[in-house]
């Protein structure tokens, strides 16, 4: 870009502030011949100051140390003036100045998050918002815990996402919660990343702090239920009306594949009939207010259809007029926790079981394509389905091993 003005900085010591040979070093910055001074707070031996090279001879640690702070006020001026050219504003020596003292009321960490609320998380879809408010909370709690209430924008560097990274492997997790896995972090870490990719696109930032950090997900195998298991939960007797919803959500959802929040707003107009009597679901999956409706069609099996007619006359199902009277998500949890253990299951349920079982044990093993698997759950690639093909790839490894070995005896 290129200047339509003078600039220039240039490094000295004060002489008439001279104390036992000693003298404070200050920077000058000159912008269209207007001048202002800012102190280094670093005192030197006049006696080793070059002031034709504006430059401290001598190695000793206090010299070395001067020299650090130069080198690092001298960035520090450079990039306040790199800032405001291509923020486009009016150049001013106070203007530099002013930034590299940190007296500009700029833009920080918590305006960022802010405006990030009240904007473009207006667009997310509410389980995506929950998941930033959560990397909010962390990022506020790392704050205090660095005793800050707040960092500008331009101040965040790799070592402040390092350190914050740090944070959350190591950090005392509240009562009720898990300590943070290593893919936890990186989601958060990912999150933080998204955030700060807003300012530099506003120009809020002049570069992103996150250009050499990779993120390193561990690939995790999707935890599903066999036939034997899914059997298990489908005829354990609770004898609670509330484990009996859950325990019927949870049941459709491994025949149908819907997450908690599709079960949550099935009602009867997602449910139509085609020319040969065949039921099917239709619904849209979105992640934000902004991207495509994916419609998806199921197909709804026998078992799913008698659970539909179960809830046809339930009050409270017909109250929030939906199939099913779907509690919250954390009391679903709860019980889903409780059906597990009295079906003798030693897995965690959740409704990504459901899911992911419905892809698996109910689908893939049982011929239907990939490709059919991956438009029912409603995937815009068929990569993402192809992690269920790699965890029926291992069970029939599994699976195969017993042939092998009986062969083998009979060898």
């Not at 561990?218 to 599903?224: A, H, L, N, P, Q």
């Not at 079981?353 to 990939?370: C, D, M, P, Q, W």
């Amino acid at each position: 870009m290129k200047s339509n003005h003078s600039f220039s900085v240039n490094s000295f010591v004060r002489r008439n502030r001279e104390a036992f040979g000693r003298a404070p070093i200050y920077v000058k910055i000159t912008v269209d011949g207007s001048r202002v001074f800012i102190p280094v707070k670093q005192t030197v031996e006049i006696a080793q100051w070059n002031q034709k090279a504006q430059k401290l001879k001598g190695n000793s640690p206090e010299n070395i140390s001067a020299r650090d702070r130069m080198r690092q006020m001298l960035n520090e001026i450079n990039q306040a003036y790199d800032e405001l050219r291509f923020q486009k504003e009016v150049v001013t020596a106070e203007k530099i100045k002013i930034k590299v003292e940190g007296d500009e009321q700029g833009k920080t960490l918590k305006d960022l998050i802010k405006y990030h609320f009240d904007q473009p998380g207006k667009l997310l879809a509410p389980g995506t918002l929950k998941n930033y408010y959560s990397t909010e909370r962390f990022l506020s709690e790392f704050l205090k815990r660095k005793k800050l209430s707040d960092i500008q924008l331009g101040k965040i560097d790799f070592k402040f996402i390092t350190d914050f990274g740090v944070y959350l492997r190591t950090k005392s997790p509240d009562r009720g919660q898990r300590p943070c896995t290593n893919n936890t972090v990186m989601k958060h870490m990912e999150r933080f990343q998204k955030l700060l990719g807003l300012a530099l696109k506003f120009g809020w930032i002049l570069r992103d702090p996150f250009i050499h950090f990779n993120r390193k997900l561990v690939t995790k195998d999707r935890e599903i239920l066999g036939d034997s298991e899914l059997a298990l939960i489908q005829n354990v007797d609770l004898h609670d009306t509330g484990l009996d919803i859950v325990q019927d959500m949870f049941v459709f959802s491994c025949y149908t594949g819907l997450a908690y929040s599709e079960m949550n707003s099935l009602c009867l107009h997602h449910i139509t009939t085609d020319n040969e009597g065949g039921v099917w679901l239709i619904m849209q999956r979105k992640k934000t207010l902004t991207t495509n409706e994916r419609s998806f069609h199921v197909l709804v099996l026998p078992l799913a259809l008698s659970l539909i007619q179960k809830y046809k006359h339930s009050p409270d199902a017909l109250n929030r007029q939906t199939i099913f009277p779907c509690p919250s998500n954390q009391y679903t949890n709860r019980c889903l926790k409780v059906i597990g253990e009295r079906s003798g299951i030693s897995k965690k349920l959740s409704f990504h079981i459901a899911r992911h079982t419905f892809a698996t044990t109910v689908t893939l093993e049982k011929g239907i394509s990939i490709e059919s698997v991956s438009h029912m759950l409603g995937h815009s690639s068929i990569r993402t389905t192809q992690i269920y093909s790699k965890v029926k790839q291992k069970k029939v490894a599994a699976e195969m091993k017993y042939l092998f070995m009986a062969q083998q005896l009979i060898t």
